[in-house]
């Protein structure tokens, strides 16, 4: 038992070390350092959510941060209500509309977007910002409420040092080519399919 014990320990030891080379391997390949610009889209549950943990790490870090929340605004999220009581060097806005689908105002829809994008826009000029989070941008390109010329290419003429993440179902191809990371959150299962109300605190 013991050999056999000593023979698994060997096996694992050596797949480790190949998996410690590869992983070295790349960590050397990467050699610029600059801001990069992250897609999280998909279906499923936690883009906004993941947009708000990098948010956390670069506040941890000290980091200018800038959040434009696009759609969102009507219903009272933990995010707002945390980033206004706790954290007042965070820049903070939202379109305050809520959902297209809800207000059936195209004009409206398209006013509020500019006026959203009017704030969001000298962030990304504005080098002092680490992070900018645009969230739910990508419906804003789907119903070609804003420009998605002017859009991509604030986002890659920002700053050098400066990251973006955007959120948001589709959004086209446009702005996945441009990124350096796309995410896609996958709807496998979720509970308001079974009838179970939105939990605040973790929906909203």
């Not at 969102?72 to 820049?91: A, C, I, M, R, T």
């Amino acid at each position: 038992m013991e050999d056999e014990n000593t023979k698994k320990e060997q096996r694992h030891k050596k797949k480790m070390e190949k998996q410690k080379e590869k992983i070295d391997a790349n960590i050397a390949a990467a050699s610029e350092e600059r801001g990069v610009s992250i897609l999280l889209t998909g279906d499923g549950k936690g883009k906004t959510s993941s947009a708000f943990g990098m948010v956390l790490r670069a506040l941890g870090y000290g980091y200018r941060v800038g959040v434009v929340q696009f759609i969102k605004g009507e219903q009272l999220s933990g995010e707002e209500l945390y980033l206004k009581n706790n954290l007042p060097e965070v820049d903070f806005y939202q379109m305050g509309t809520g959902f297209t689908w809800d207000t059936q105002d195209q004009s409206g829809d398209i006013a509020a977007a500019e006026k959203t994008w009017a704030v969001v826009e000298p962030m990304l000029r504005d080098e002092r910002y680490h992070l900018v989070v645009m969230d739910e941008l990508t419906y804003m390109l789907s119903f070609k409420y804003l420009d998605e010329d002017k859009v991509l290419a604030a986002i890659k003429n920002r700053p050098k040092n400066q990251s973006v993440v955007v959120t948001g179902r589709g959004g086209g191809s446009a702005i996945r080519d441009l990124v350096d990371t796309v995410s896609e959150v996958k709807d496998i299962k979720h509970a308001y399919h079974s009838g179970v109300m939105a939990r605040k605190g973790v929906d909203y």
